[in-house]
């Protein structure tokens, strides 16, 4: 585990239980403070979107001339992702500048915001499908499908690596199942933000100290 690693556990193990706390003894102040729309824990939201997003276009720029167009062209594409998602939390400037939401949006979002994370769609929000139903998927194949073979097939390791696609460690694994477990302490309905922040969080981690570091890391580069 490297020192970023060391650092930031324990502060997002704080940060955690500083929710938990709130969540269940003050339960105004946490809902209506610290996770309401543009607060503290939205704001650390977009910021650790922002970082991963800048992670990704750094990695592009630095390893473009050693691993090639195609991890340098992904790579960028997750940094749009995550700048995508982090102007999405922001509901594209709403929550800086304040600005009404058109109309047609409006009418079609549950909270009436200019964001797509809150746009129902069969009944159901986006935050919903993609925290509910594609969490469990990707948590399945990501964390436990993908590295397994990904140390016993040569296509996958080729693939997984050509495609600059960072592996969680068990340490990344155990972190969200732990995350997963401390989440049911929190009885507001609210509680799916903190899980949003700590998997955003956590994602960062792996990036950084991802199971096939040496594919992202200078000093294994040839110059």
Known sequence: MKIFEKIMYPVLIILIFFYMYHARNNAPYFENVL??????????????????????????SILKPFRGGVFAGWSVFMGVIFLIFAMDEMSWGQIVFDYATPEFIRLRNSAGEMNIRHLVIGGFEITDIIFTIGIKILATVYFIVLPFFYSRLDKIKNFVNRFAIPLPRYTHTAAYALAAILMSFIPSDLRYIVFEFVFYWILVLMMYNPLNEEVFSRKSLVR
Do not use: K
């Open 35 to 60: 996770a309401r729309e543009g607060g503290p824990l939205q704001w650390l939201i977009i910021s650790t979107l922002l970082f991963a997003s800048l992670m990704c276009f750094y990695r592009a």
